[in-house]
């Protein structure tokens, strides 16, 4: 068994969660030195598992149970495997909770009562755990009720009418390419569990927390969301421009587009100096920001000429060391190729003997800290990868384990399949 190092070593995580918003917090906590005890469904598992292709090969090349959107966020955990209708399963999370300092999930308003391992049930048996309840719309409120999916949560909380190209240019509302609003959830959650572990530190006492993937994205609407409330004014879609800083866009250089992000006077009159018309930053419509933002297409059309006259090399070689913001639209590839990602352990290679290649990548943790920080010590698990183990720190004898896994109310270790 890995020793678990890190600021949150010693601290137990009973995570009843699946898909994205719950494991995208609970592998922040694993990373952080938390011991992540992974709860899934036996003979099926976290749903992800299922969310491909891609997959992880097996060694005739067959895709197994480990998606890479499973990959994603499911980091230095312990997979368990158990059947939670069952009694005898129940018992297990209630032996686990009475040992754990928090518990996430994120089953429909409801549901975790009906099995037995809602915050009441848990704190009964251990007054000091900290409980997150993760759904689509909160506990309360008349959408309470309905299940979450990020993509609705994106909808109905404005998100997509923010993001894609106006309707001038032909364009739509567009959700966010990831699933932003289930990790955004994840982070808010995170956040939380730590929050309510410096109280329960001053207090004695636990707490439940109840986070909605609704609330998570009205809340990262950040200065759109602010802007509406100030204004009365509905925000519109603007492509990659910015509602308050002019230029910022992306332009299409001699070979190809780059994003310029202009964040000042200054660096607008060093733009139009390098690329050789300053008389555009003496403009009068565009000397100022706010002169932009009124002028905004004409200034848009000055330096998209301007753009074109260079390459994309040049204009990283020259504008980088002027202080000007600007940067490739790189593909996925491209980023994680980048020297800086490189350089900032960006891409992680961890043992992984499921794979006939031997390793599993993950994208690294981007926290960064002079202490021990983040560790990579267990790959995702396979399905009951750790049932057996988890069960004997428990207390249940071989011979209870074998009999639980025999009727089923357990599954040891899943097969790759």
Request: aromatic share 6%; net charge negative; glycine share 12%.
């Amino acid at each position: 068994m890995n020793t678990p190092t890190g600021p949150l070593a010693g601290l137990l995580v009973l995570d009843m969660s699946r898909i994205l918003a719950g494991p995208t917090a609970t592998q922040l906590l694993g990373d952080l030195g938390a011991d992540v005890i992974k709860i899934e469904r036996a003979g099926a598992g976290d749903d992800t598992r299922r969310w491909g292709p891609p997959f992880v090969p097996d060694a005739q090349g067959a895709p197994t149970t480990e998606s890479a959107y499973y990959l994603a966020a499911n980091r230095n955990k312990r997979s368990l495997a158990l059947d939670l209708a069952a009694p005898e399963g129940q018992a297990i999370i209630h032996r686990i909770a009475a040992r754990a300092d928090f518990a996430l999930e994120n089953f429909k308003v409801g549901d975790a009562a009906r099995y037995g391992v809602d915050y009441a049930a848990l704190a009964a048996i251990n007054p000091g755990i900290i409980f997150a309840s993760i759904t689509g719309y909160g506990q309360t409120g008349p959408l309470s009720k309905l299940a979450g999916y990020d993509v609705l949560a994106q909808a109905r909380g404005g998100i997509m009418s923010v993001t894609g190209e106006p309707d001038e240019k032909g364009g739509s509302p567009q959700k966010v390419g990831v699933g932003i609003a289930d990790i955004m959830t994840g982070m808010y959650t995170t956040v939380a569990l730590l929050a309510a572990l410096e109280e329960r530190r001053r207090t004695g006492k636990g707490q439940s927390i109840d986070l909605s993937l609704f609330d998570c994205q009205l809340a990262w609407l950040a200065n759109l969301g602010t802007a509406h409330l100030l204004t009365g004014k509905t925000p519109q879609r603007m492509g990659n421009g910015h509602p308050t800083i002019v230029p910022y866009n992306a332009f299409d250089a001699a070979d190809g587009s780059f994003m310029l992000a202009v964040g000042n006077d200054r660096q607008f009159a060093r733009f139009c100096e390098i690329g050789g018309a300053p008389e555009v930053a003496a403009d009068p419509r565009f000397t100022t920001n706010a002169a932009r933002i009124a002028n905004r297409d004409a200034c848009e059309a000055a330096v998209a000429r301007i753009a074109a006259t260079k390459t994309k090399a040049e204009w990283a070689a020259l504008l980088d060391p002027a202080g000007v913001p600007a940067g490739p639209i790189n593909t996925v590839a491209e980023a994680f190729a980048e020297p800086q990602a490189i350089a900032r352990g960006a891409r992680v290679s961890q043992p992984y003997t499921h794979s006939p290649s031997g390793t599993v990548e993950t994208i690294g943790n981007p926290i960064k800290m002079s202490g021990v920080g983040v560790t990579y010590r267990r790959p995702p698990p396979i399905r009951g990868e750790h049932s057996a183990e988890i069960l004997a720190d428990l207390g249940y004898s071989a011979s209870e384990i074998d009999d639980l896994a025999a009727r089923g109310v357990v599954e040891l270790t899943g097969v790759p399949a």
